[in-house]
Structure formats: C-alpha cells, structure tokens
C-alpha cells in the first residue's frame, strides 16, 4: 500500500483480470502470471521459453523494435535482471481460442507504471494438450527516467538559451521562425548537444570519465566553438557523452553505458560524440557538437543514419576544447539534415578562410579491401547509380598507396599526444579506464619522443604525398568499414571493426582535411545483427530493414563549406 | 532520404508490409494506412471513428493506459494535432480473418523512432460488408525527449552531488547502500527534485513563469532547505516545475503545461509542487522538496498517491526561497514511502524543537461537507475500518466552527501577501501569467494594508480558537476534496474543486501546524474522468480502476516528527 496501490490489484495466478471481453481460454492467466513471476525472479531461460521461438516474434520497448527471438534473448542477457515490478491492471481481449491480447499496467518496484501489450498465441506446432500460451509480440512502456544517462550528463529546457535580436543572452523561449532574428540568428530555434569536452560556463568538462568529472572545476566561459553556436541564437540542450577521453569510435563507455542507436534496434552508437549523435538521431536536439579526431564524428554519423562533418584542421578554434592528439583533433557537428548542416557549419568557419571545390570525385578501390562486403556492394552501387544517373562523372580510380602504413603513423603520433594530453592523469588515477582505452594510452606511454617525431615527419610527407595524389579533388569512400555492430558484439569484434573504420577514416586525419558523412548508402539489417535470420526478410525474399552507413567526401583542406554543397549535390 | 530512411520502406496504401504472416485480409492493410493519414492530416473525426466506439477500446503511451473510447477522444483533443510520423516497417501476423496484429514502426519528422502496436478487429456489430477494420487497442510508443519539460527545467545525473562520508560535495556516484556513509549521510543515494522556488546554487529561481526567469541571476547558494538535503547525502536530481509563482494547486501551468499523473492517466497533477510531486510519482528523483502555503504539497501527494508533509510553519529554514505568503509559506516533501520521508525530515527539522503527539484523533463531519461523495464514503470506511480493527479508538467529533468564514480570512491574508511578494514584478510585467493566477494576484492588489491587517488579527483568533477546540489532538480529514480532475476539465470546474479543497487545507494553514498526507484512500476511478463509464468495470461489475486520495494528519505544532510516526502506523 505504500505506494498508493491497492493491494486488491495485484494480480497473480488466482487473480481477477480487470476487464475481459470474451471467454477466458484455460491457462491463459496462468501463462501470464508465470511470465511475471520469470520476470520476478530474472528466469532467463523461462522468460526466452515464454516468448514463440520463431524469426518473427516480435519485442518493442524505447530502445526500439527486435524482432525474432535470437535478438531478443540477446537483448535480454544484455540488460540483465528484469524488472521489479507489479501488475495492477490487466485486460484481456479474448480473440478466439487460441489466441489474445493482455494490455497489463504494471507499478516498478521505481514508481511510475508501466503499460504491456502482449499477444499470446497458443502454439500451433505442438500436440494438444502440449501447445502452451505463448508471447508472439510484446510493446513495453517502462517509466521514463528523468535523464538518460546514457546520452546525456546534464539537460535544460535549455540548459543555456542562444543569443536573442536584442544581443542579449537569456533564458527566455526562443523566437519562432520567421522573426526577425532568423538574418541575425541563423540558429534560432535549433538545440545543441554539446560533447562533454567543450567547456561550458558554469559547468565542469568530464570527458567521460566519472573521477575526471569529479576533480573538475567548473568552467567560467564557453568554449570558442560553443559560443560560436550560442551567438547564432542557438539554444543549448545539455552536455552529452563522450567515449572516455574521446579515445574511442564505438561509443560505449564503461561508466554511463552505451548510447542507443534508434536507427538500428541493439546496435551500438559509435563515438567518440556518442551521446550528441544519438541526441541528434533521437530528436532530442538538432545538433550535435563534437570533435574527430580519428573518426570521431564520422563514425556515429554512418552508424545513425546523420549528417556529419569533421572541419580542416585549425579551421575552427579549439579554445576551451579538452585535447586529445592536437595534431589531429577537429571540430565538426552532426544534424538530421544536410541545409541545418550546412547553416551550423557557416556560423562557425571564417568564410574568406574558404575555398571551393569541384564535384570532382576519385576513388582508391584498395582502400575498400577491408570493407565488409555489404558496405562495399552498397558504395560501389551508389557511385553506380551517381554515374548512371548522368549527375556525376566517373571517379577516377587512384592509388593512395599503403594505408596499412598510413594508419599506423597516425595510430602512433595519436598514441604519443593522447598520452601527453591525460597521462599524468591516467597515472594518478589507475583503473579508471575501461580496458581498451587504458590498453591505447598504455602504447602511448611506451612511445619515445623520437618515434613520435619520426611518425611526425613521416606523416608530413604522406600529407604531401596524398595531396598530390588528389589534385584537389573528393575521395569518395565509405564512413565505416561496416554497419553499427551489435551491442552483443565483443571486444575482440568491435577492436576488428575499429581497425578497418579507422584505415578509412585515417585518409583525412593524415591530410587535416575536412571529411562529410552523408547518410545515403544502406545495407541489409542482417548483416549488422546476430541471430535475425529469417525475420527481416519480407515474404518475397527481400530484406527490407536496413542499417545506414555514410558516405564519405573527403576535400581540400579549407574547402568544408563547398564540400557540404558537393554532398548535398550528390544524387540519392 | 534525408534522415538515412529508405525511401521505398516507406508505407503507402499499396506498400508491401515489412513481414507478414498470415494470409491478409481484404481491407486491413488500407485501413492501417488511412489511419496514418489521418494522423497526419489531423482529421480527428476519422481518428476517432478508427477506434472502435467501445467502453473497452484501449490506448497506451507514456502517459499510461487509457480505456474507453471517449477518454480517448479526450485525450487526442487535448493534444491537438498528432505527430508527423512515416512508417518505416510494418510487420502483420495475421489471427484469423477477423482479427490482426500490426506492429508497425515509424520514423517522426523531428527524428528519432516510433513503435506502434495494434490489435485491429473487423467490427463484429455492423453488417457485412460494411464491417469495417477498426483498433481495439493500441500501444504507442514516441521518441523520448531529452526532458520532460512539464516536469523539469534542468536535470542532471546528478545536477549536483551530495556530500559523500568523506565531507567532500564532489560529482562522482554515490556510495552503495550499506557503505559507511550510511549513518552521517542517512539520504546517501537519494534523489531530490527541487521545486523551482529554491536557490540552487548556479541556477537562477524560475519560479514557474518563463519571463521572471529570463530576467533573474544565477544563486550563489543553496537555500537552506537545499542545503540540508545535500549535507545528508542526498543527490540533487534537478530543478522541477512549480505552478506560476506557486500560487494554484492544479498543477497546470501556463508555460509548461501539467504534469503527467502516473497514478491517474489524463488527470492533473496537483500543485503548485507539481513537478516535484510528477518526478517523484514516476520514480525520477525519490524526495520532492516543497512548498506548502494553502495546499501545494497536500494536494499533489493526494493526487498522486504520494506520501507527503507539510511542517510546522517556521519549523524549516525558509532563507533562499522565494516567498508567496510568508505568514502561512512552509517548507515539505513528498516521497512514494513513509519511511523516506521520515528519514528526510528528520535532516531537516531540529529535533530539538519537536515535541510528541498522541494518537489521538478527533473528526469535524462539517468538513466533510464541500466533498466529493465518493472521497466522504472512502474516508468514513477508513475511519470505520480503524477503529474497527481496534488499532485506533473511535475518533471524537468536533465542531471547528464556520470554516467558510476562516477561508476567507486565509484568502485575503494570503493575496494581500501573495501582491507584496510578486506584485511589483507583475505590473512590471503584464500579460504574463494564466488567467487565474493572474486574477488571484489582482484581488490581493485590492486589499488594502487596514483589510489585511484586520484579517490577520481575526487570523490570529481563530489560531487559538482552532487550537484550544483541537486541544493537542490529530484531525483527520480528506487532504483533497476530490481525487484529481481531468486534464480535460474546464477552468470552472478546477476552480470549484480548488475552493472545496482549501476549505480543507486552509485549517493547517491557520494553524501554521504540520499536516500529513497519506495515501491510504481511493476512489474509482470513474468518479474522476469523464467517459470512463463501464470501461473500468470488471466482469463483475466491481470496479478495479481506482484513483489515490490523500488521508490528512493535523497535528499540534512543533509535532512533525511524531505526527509522521502516527500517520506511519494508521492501519491500512
């Protein structure tokens, strides 16, 4: 009773539904209270007997759709212990025998209530008096947190208003569209998802990690590229995750858990900016802002379906930014759509510091070897249908050399920076780190002075080497070796993904050019998950869920602006 | 293809289904896809017409289950004009020709992902072929937002830290339960939701009214009462809603809209600590910290089925926060268990200063008056059932005299105050605030220093007229005169319930004595919504929908502590 539920609604075996249209079939009730007494005591192989075995059952919740039982008995040893809760209502809509609805409300041991909508089916591959009742499609609505930890480390409705027509920097609602602000303000109305390395006042940065946040102090001033967007008239939403020290491009960190990836159910986020890509992809801010270093923004930006630009290097001022590999290390923002892209960009990059660029495509075909072959099929059709399409022209196929060697330059100069940049840190405070963070700035550690000065000078070269290859003009090629892994994924798998992304993803970290993720290719869902199977396919054979991937413009340095225009050109 | 969706996943009328099993029926596929038109033109006749016109049609999201077809209807008028939304996949199973499941998922035009489940039936009451397809129960299932602005103005995880057993007041996680903190610190691990009327240290007060915040600075300090949560350990959640300048006790703000009632899908939350009482309701902070001047926390705990206290006026540090009536403004917490609550009082009120109460009750049936029936008949059986378990002695009546009289000694009092404290910044500022605060502010710009003067003398009269008739002992009596109205109700209708219940509240508030709310009370549910009607009956006509009513504990001043105790140990 404490909690104001009558302690009449509960509702066990022996208990009365709440409202029934229809006869009661035998065993249906008791297939129902058994399932939440699974639930009750975490009984993960009764909870999986519960729901049909088949490729087409179904499971929803805020996470978003699974469908067929491998990915939900996956989703459920993910999460782990199910949740303590009790029903208060339950409905039943009998449908005929063998089958019907329960819509169940449900008091979590948290507050709140919950809503369940299950269809049971009584098995039709079994013999009577065998077929048991069981779940062929469940929608779950638990109480929404107050915050999504995952994603976000502070929020404000807003948490720092943008800049108004009058110059004043307040708190009030922002102008609707159309005011007079729109010339003056061209982010009026639009809501950032700042990375939690960019300093906002009155905030402390905690670059991911709990005992970094917890020894900071907060900042007194924006950081440079937060006040860009603030004098813009852009409001800010809050401070988003960050892989931890932004050394990552999977997204999952091992204090606030991995952000969720809405265009793909199960799947991880990608990072480092994991947290402002899925506030992005979530609609729970228009833009994000954040920082590549070695794939940083344009990773999430392939694994979520976004539109993601990392900018030249040196292009926009990283004052307030906590460094990573500052020889690398970028700014960039993501968006759902390229025209907010494009408007967030020119706020923030001095335009006479702009050059154009022509839609003038080259591709290097060894660069997609270690492409999963369904990210290749889907790059090399979209250049395809580019071409056939009569918009653009043939790329032209070059030779960037070995980029095996390129990236491990990169991998070493990023080593020695990272470790320059939060060694000490990581030093005074052991065990902070998950495991494959510490393992790349423990190799930082081991770098000398020398062989950071020799990757630098060989990088240098490569630099020079690249550029004369492309003669000013835009590499395409994929933003991710493959579609969003799967949260199940291990450590190993996610390692072998992180490699073949960044052998792509390295090409415009080398040339400190800027780099546009477009989200135009797509692939099948399967190939991104464990255990779907049959249950994306449509009865003709055809999948028709899919995973977005990016396509990546790589430019000259100090053309991001017109690169944006030559994306946005691209056919699709 | 802006947003990484395929354009041929896209669901028309002549769209393939995603997965299908089953053999599909004629029709079902095009009723699906007009209802989605419909959405997306508004069209709330043909929306409403895609229901089936039942008592016991259902729909469920985030704010809970609704039953019947016109507390859907209420509903969908409420929020206007639907989402804009594209189906991404539909996937059908197919029950028989009458009957199907269509999970369907979509894609919303301010991003993120939807999953909707729908039971559609062939309407069995109509003549083929004119049966046509319609939703018995549907499960929705939006994009989160990154916060519940009804709720909360800002949230961190935490927003600010409670001290830990070390002294310092740092960011990192609490200590686990058990953890040696446990005795200094004794709210280690709670969470507060802190009425915006409180200085939060960095945060400027809001007090409910967008404008009033725009123009107002960040606090250097806690309030007090902050304060004292922090120091025992407590993690501050965030800053929550109040009504405009807490002056209602609806919930219902101008700016903001109400909060959600978890425990009465479609009703108001109560107020003015409304966003408090929400979060602590849905289990997003676990103590709301309070305001109480003629009701503020009592009638959200009532509504909301929380357990919740209103001090002894001047028992609790009013220093940082923003007064409304400082003769009758007290300092309370709401929590969904007793034992919280006590734990958090005890951080907060000197014992010292507290003196003991017995459980000795006492009833004036007058009061009962103004009340709804259903809430008279719920208090007199508890009362009943009581006395009759033998737990307590049979309560004596008592006559506390024309308490119309004393109301409206409370009223011109409090707006008189309420004119002093926010008057000068609303002729500053007109046109800001909802009509009904704004007229109650008006009547207290009438009373004139002589009117209030008199009124606080006869005040002060029927203080000690109240107390020597009370003489040491615990009123009883309903915290609410009703359980919480719909969302839907007129302005009227809120204002009636709104006087009957400070009938009731106002006696505490004369008092300046502490008053416990309990939620020990319920009423069906049918006497709060309209259109419910037989949709909350069980088969057996005995509803099993019920909504929460507060039971109210007055005790002498200076007793909180021990009236806590008594209110703990009401049997129930």
């Not at 979590?108 to 909508?117: E, F, L, W």
């Not at 947290?275 to 228009?286: D, I, R, W």
């Not at 920082?291 to 930006?301: E, F, I, K, M």
């Not at 415009?508 to 991104?528: D, F, I, Q």
Request: charged share 20%.
């Amino acid at each position: 009773m404490a909690d104001g539920v009558p302690e009449e609604a509960r509702v066990g075996s022996d208990a009365t539904p709440t409202t029934v249209e229809g006869d009661l079939p035998d065993g249906l009730l008791a297939a129902f209270d058994a399932y939440e007494r699974a639930l009750a005591a975490d009984d993960q192989p009764a909870l999986a007997a519960a729901f049909e075995p088949t490729a087409t059952v179904m499971r929803a919740d805020a996470g978003g759709l699974l469908v067929g039982h491998d990915a939900i008995t996956a989703f459920r040893g993910r999460r782990g212990s199910g949740p303590l809760r009790r029903v208060v209502e339950c409905h039943v809509r009998v449908l005929d025998g063998d089958a019907a609805l329960i819509v169940s409300v449900n008091a979590p041991a948290g507050g709140g209530r919950g809503v369940v909508t299950q269809l049971w089916r009584r098995a039709p591959f079994a013999e009577a008096p065998l077929r048991p009742w069981r779940i062929a499609s469940a929608q779950v609505q638990a109480p929404p947190p107050a915050i999504d930890r995952r994603v976000w480390r502070v929020v404000g409705e807003p948490l720092v208003s943008g800049a108004r027509g009058d110059g004043s920097t307040g708190t009030a609602p922002p102008a609707g569209p159309g005011s007079a602000d729109d010339a003056t303000r061209p982010l009026s109305g639009e809501t950032v998802a700042v990375k939690d390395l960019f300093a906002v006042a009155g905030h402390a940065i905690g670059a991911g990690v709990p005992a970094y946040l917890a020894g900071a102090t907060p900042e007194t001033r924006h950081a440079a590229a937060v006040q860009r967007l603030v004098d813009a008239g852009a409001d800010l939403r809050g401070i988003a995750r960050t892989d931890e020290f932004a050394y990552s491009i999977a997204g999952r960190n091992s204090a606030y858990g991995t952000p969720p990836n809405p265009a793909v159910p199960g799947a991880i986020s990608g990072g480092s900016t994991s947290g402002p890509a899925t506030a992005v992809a979530l609609g729970q801010a228009s833009i994000a802002l954040g920082t590549d270093t070695g794939g940083s923004l344009r990773v999430p930006a392939s694994y979520q379906g976004l539109w993601g630009i990392r900018t030249t290097h040196g292009a926009v001022d990283r004052t307030g930014l906590l460094p990573l590999a500052p020889t690398f290390d970028t700014v960039g923002w993501l968006t759902r759509d390229v025209d907010t892209l494009r408007r967030t960009a020119a706020t923030s990059l001095p335009r006479a510091e702009q050059r154009g660029v022509e839609p003038s495509f080259v591709v290097d075909p060894t660069l997609l070897a270690p492409v999963s072959p369904e990210v290749r099929a889907a790059f090399t059709s979209a250049v395809d249908e580019a071409v056939a399409s009569g918009a653009v022209a043939r790329p032209e196929e070059v030779a960037l050399g070995d980029v095996a060697h390129l990236f491990e330059l990169f991998r070493v100069r990023q080593a020695f920076e990272a470790w320059r940049s939060d060694g000490a840190w990581i030093t005074a405070h052991p065990g902070e780190l998950a495991p494959d963070v510490a393992a790349r700035f423990a190799f930082g550690s081991t770098i000398s002075p020398q062989q950071a000065e020799e990757a630098r000078v060989a990088l240098e070269h490569e630099r020079h080497r690249l550029e004369s290859t492309l003669a000013g003009r835009v590499l395409l090629l994929p933003s991710a070796s493959s579609a969003a892994p799967s949260l199940s994924a291990t450590a190993a798998e996610v390692d072998a993904v992180r490699s073949a992304t960044l052998g792509l993803t390295c090409v415009a970290g080398v040339l400190g050019a800027p780099a546009v993720s477009a989200p135009v290719l797509h692939v099948p869902v399967e190939a991104t998950r464990q255990g779907q199977g049959d249950a994306s396919r449509a009865p003709d054979g055809a999948s028709r869920r899919r995973a977005p991937v990016g396509l990546c413009f790589v430019g000259p340095r100090g053309s991001d602006l017109a690169l944006l225009g030559v994306a946005a050109a691209w056919p699709s």
